[in-house]
């Protein structure tokens, strides 16, 4: 099993930044990725970003150049940076970890104001 919180939403200005985190702990060993999703209101569950085991990263064309996903692998902390926030990338960002099964985080909020 594997658990994640998550933390760092909030509200903020468009063209501001804000700062993710979802730290894992139990068994983070069996992890291959880690990333983040996002959903907005009436809309599909999207795929933001991820970063594997070996440091490969993979970004959503829409937040490419504007967000950064990181990893401590000593903590077992992934993080994402995203800056140049756009009111469209308002949604709950949620942190998923990959083994021989997806786990999510709980969410976390991110509201931006044009």
């Known amino acids: 099993q594997v658990q994640l919180v998550e933390s760092g939403g909030g509200l903020v200005q468009a063209g501001g930044s804000l700062k993710l985190s979802c730290a894992a702990s139990?068994?983070?060993?069996?992890?291959?990725?880690m990333g983040w999703y996002r959903q907005a209101p009436g809309k599909p569950r999207e795929l933001v970003a991820t970063?594997?085991?070996?440091?490969?990263?993979n970004y959503a064309d829409s937040v490419q150049g504007r967000f950064a996903i990181s990893r401590d692998n000593v903590k077992n902390i992934v993080y994402l940076q995203m800056n140049n926030l756009e009111p469209s990338d308002t949604a709950v960002y949620y942190c998923?970890?990959?083994?021989?099964?997806?786990?999510w985080g709980q969410g976390t909020q991110v509201t931006v104001s044009s």
């Open positions: 139990g068994s983070t060993l069996s992890i291959n990725a």
């Open positions: 998923y970890a990959r083994s021989a099964v997806l786990y």
């Open positions: 970063i594997t085991a070996d440091g490969s990263r």
